[in-house]
């Protein structure tokens, strides 16, 4: 098992190498490591040395590398390599993670690449489809059945076209215009008869998806039907490619890794630890000013109620109470609504369900905290009245948190916004604002009353 120590070992001893110009031993170092890990150890290196370092590598674990790499990066070393080293390397990579290299890449220099490939032909259908679709992430689908062949004709066909992965989750069954119409299973093929055709042993009700359908609601169907493969159609059903598990790790991946950042207000993905603070600060200012710009709307509502705050300063000290309670439950709310919207668990025709079950929870947390926060008042200022105002404010701030946390992103998932996206500054905005608002709506009346 190889560890992070290990790893960083592993880096060490490669810059040692290439310190002392040993590209031989750096070679071998990188070699030596499986492919997620000669990843790690490459992007650690400077990018004048990994273009000099890659085309001395063996194809295959090159193209390994170009692989595991992110997006940005792979398409960097691309540019900076020659154009047979570049084409050697695209060689030994899977059809689709070709594509996706190919597609991203200046398009002169992906044309040249693309006239030297191999397999070209099956590169080029997959261009024709966005990253983001299943269309680009499918691979070609190397071994089909037709359903008029029997049992023994698929075998000896199986044997003479064993795809080079090596793995053959289900055999897809077309007809002759190359329809998808059906799947059988390796088991099936092996017990089944000799003479069986195979349109009598297939399973007809086979799950597909079109081309131009997203990835995120591709990944959810493999998800929910427990799928090794999934294959891909256009819309005349006929069978395109196919997509497999492993890719559907990495888009799993990059759409809970997206979601995570926009619900921090950093919505450009490819923002991570390690990129300069000139990127970082263009992904994250924007939404800094704008969360500015709706805080104002709580300094607007504190600035109604000035003269309340002027005779009642210690309506002040509660302040960070209400609207830090509040807040923490249009978090929580938001959380679980974006969560659902994400996985197709809950859509805007569920949205009556969803407030109902958050009005709930929210009556029964206004409750428990409103009375714990109107007892802390009670004792520390010794006021009844002061008591019951910060905890009926909190019961009702509670509850409107719960609307917020469930309508904002429903409203933006109907007008077809990620509600991922700008949910956390609106549903803050919204908790804080009302908060303030119903807090000291309540002070005016009641307390100006008693002192």
């Known amino acids: 098992m190889v560890n992070i120590t290990d790893i960083n070992n592993a880096l060490e001893s490669v810059r040692d190498a290439l310190t002392a110009e040993d590209w031989d031993r750096a070679v071998a170092l990188v070699e030596a490591l499986r492919p997620p890990d000669q990843a790690d150890v490459f992007e650690e290196l400077p990018p004048e040395t ?38 050697r ?3 030994e990579m899977e059809p689709d993670e070709a594509a996706d290299l190919l597609g991203d890449m200046d398009p002169g220099q992906a044309a040249e690449t693309l006239s030297f490939i191999e397999d070209a032909d099956e590169i080029r259908p997959l261009l024709k489809f966005s990253d983001d679709t299943a269309g680009g992430l499918m691979t070609s689908a190397e071994v089909l059945l037709h359903k008029d062949i ?29 329809r998808l119409v059906g799947v059988v299973s390796l088991l099936e093929l092996v017990i089944a008869s000799a003479d069986t055709r195979i349109d009598a042993i297939m399973n007809p009700e086979v799950i597909s998806v079109n081309a131009n359908t997203d990835q995120e ?38 759409e809970e890794t997206e979601d995570i950042y926009r619900l921090g207000g950093v919505p450009d993905e490819r923002v991570r630890p390690t ?38 300063a210690v309506l002040a000290v509660f302040f960070p109470i209400v609207a830090g309670v509040s807040g923490s439950a249009g978090t929580q709310t938001l959380t679980v609504t974006v969560r659902g919207l994400a996985l197709g668990e809950v859509s805007p ?13 929210g009556l029964v947390n206004g409750i428990v905290l409103g009375t714990l926060i109107a007892v802390i008042a009670l004792v520390w200022k010794g006021s009844p009245v002061l008591g019951f105002v910060v905890g009926l404010a909190t019961f009702i701030n509670l ?39 119903i807090y000291l709506t309540i002070a005016t009346v009641l307390l100006l009353r008693f002192f």
């Open 349 to 361: 025709r569920d949205g009556i369900s969803a407030l109902t079950r958050e009005i709930l929870i």
């Open 150 to 178: 029997n049992v023994a004709e698929a075998i000896q066909h199986l044997k003479s076209s064993v795809p080079e992965t090596g793995i053959a989750y289900y055999l897809y069954v077309v007809d002759d215009d190359v």
């Open 217 to 254: 609601h591709t990944a959810r169907l493999m998800a929910r039907y427990d799928l090794l493969a999934l294959p891909v159609v256009d819309d005349n059903n006929q069978l395109l490619g196919v997509i497999t598990h492993d890719d559907m790790v990495d888009v799993l991946e990059e």
């Open 399 to 437: 509850i409107a948190a719960g609307f917020a946390g469930v309508l904002v992103p429903l409203g933006m998932s109907i007008v077809k916004l990620d509600p991922a996206l700008a949910s956390p500054v609106l549903v803050s905005t919204l908790t804080d604002t009302l908060g303030y608002l």
């Open 50 to 87: 990994q273009s000099e370092l890659l085309p001395r590598l063996n194809p295959e674990d090159s193209a390994d590398i170009l692989e595991e790499l992110s997006d940005e990066d792979a398409i960097e070393i691309a540019g900076l390599l020659e154009a047979n080293d570049l084409t």
């Open 275 to 312: 990129v300069s603070p000139r990127i970082a600060m263009r992904a994250r200012l924007p939404w800094l000013v704008l969360n500015l710009g709706t805080a104002m709307l709580s300094a607007v509502v504190l600035s109604l109620f000035e003269n309340t705050i002027a005779q009642l």
């Open 89 to 91: 390397i695209v060689n």
